[in-house]
């Protein structure tokens, strides 16, 4: 996996696609198509169609309205420029190289039609507990995501790595993850 927040992207060695206009829009180059989070397009320069994507089927369709978890997004075709930004949110972008991003569904504001996504439960959260779903984007190409200010990147290969359910934007799929609990008498005092 290829981002500038690992210091490995060579944008002049992959396929062109997208690109960062500033840190806050995202620029793709079409010809063909790209999906993207509704509401997001700022601006576009030549001729291009917007349509809503469903969920992708009806099983898409179960775990969205089920979990909450997945973007409205829109498939955009044509040929052109367009402009992508989503409240002024930081933009990162990763080149997914035959592998798997997991990204919470509020973050993802664009792909590549060649990638697959699916709504999944995070290994070890309970379902009875309101489980943890994300969004996972798997294949090659651009995926473009979103985060409200600089994120902290975690090196989880040098240490067990804990971060807040809320606060977790991304991560690869190649991790193994779960969920952390912890329960204390203390907690249920006076509380």
């Known amino acids: 996996m290829r981002s500038s927040i690992f210091g490995n992207l060579d944008a002049q060695k992959l396929p062109p696609g997208f690109a960062l206009e500033n840190g806050k829009?995202?620029?793709?180059?079409?010809?063909?198509?790209?999906?993207a989070k509704q509401g997001s397009m700022v601006a576009f320069q030549g001729q291009m169609d917007f349509d809503y994507e469903g969920s992708g089927g009806i099983g898409k369709l179960f775990k969205k309205a089920m979990t909450g978890e997945g973007a409205s997004l829109m498939r955009v075709r044509g040929d052109g420029l367009l402009y992508?930004?989503?409240?002024?949110?930081?933009?990162?972008l990763?080149?997914?190289?035959?592998?798997?991003?997991?990204?919470?569904?509020r973050n993802l504001l664009a792909f590549q039609p060649q990638l697959t996504w699916d709504i999944q439960r995070v290994q070890g959260a309970g379902v009875a507990a309101g489980g943890l779903f994300n969004t996972t984007v798997t294949g090659t190409g651009w995926v473009a995501v979103t985060t409200h200010?600089?994120?902290?990147?975690?090196?989880?290969?040098?240490?067990?790595?804990?971060?807040?359910g809320q606060s977790a934007v991304c991560w690869s799929t190649g991790l193994r993850v779960g969920v952390n609990r912890t329960m204390k008498a203390g907690a249920l005092i006076g509380r």
């Open 84 to 92: 992508l930004a989503d409240n002024a949110d930081d933009i990162h």
């Open 149 to 164: 200010g600089t994120p902290v990147l975690l090196d989880a290969a040098r240490m067990p790595t804990y971060a807040d």
């Open 94 to 105: 990763f080149f997914l190289e035959n592998e798997g991003l997991t990204v919470n569904g």
């Open 25 to 35: 829009m995202l620029r793709v180059q079409l010809p063909h198509e790209v999906l």
